[in-house]
Nanobody
Framework: QVQLVESGGELVQPGGSLRLSCAASGFAFSRYTMRWYRQAPGKERELVAGIFPGGGSTVYADSLKGRFTISRDNAKNTAYLQMNSLKPEDTAVYYC?????????WGQGTQVTVSS
């Protein structure tokens, strides 16, 4: 059974940091491109970052470059999103996605709230 389980979301103050994790199971994780998306209340889901199977190539939303870092550990079947200098506008549900050709899997999301 395919599963993507996000964790690490919580309430954090502006300027703080969080590390999100996405634990995968039930498919060949190392072959999949992993992406993080987010969806804020009343807004469409948007791409945050992506990392290709080998882990050497990454992509980021232009507005997030320099603050967010995506990584993966293929031995642990886990993807990560390190988020620094968090702002209130980063408040959203963050979703993990795994994609390979026709195969496209999503997690349930983890809530990140940035507020003082």
């Amino acid at each position: 059974q395919v599963q993507l389980v996000e964790s690490g979301g919580e309430l954090v103050q502006p300027g703080g940091s969080l590390r999100l994790s996405c634990a995968a199971s039930g498919f060949a994780f190392s072959r999949y491109t992993m992406r993080w998306y987010r969806q804020a209340p009343g807004k469409e889901r948007e791409l945050v970052a992506g990392i290709f199977p080998g882990g050497g190539s990454t992509v980021y939303a232009d507005s997030l470059k320099g603050r967010f870092t995506i990584s993966r550990d293929n031995a642990k079947n886990t993807a990560y999103l390190q988020m620094n200098s968090l702002k209130p506008e980063d408040t959203a549900v963050y979703y993990c996605n795994a994609a390979l050709g026709w195969y496209d899997y999503w997690g349930q999301g983890t809530q990140v709230t940035v507020s003082s």
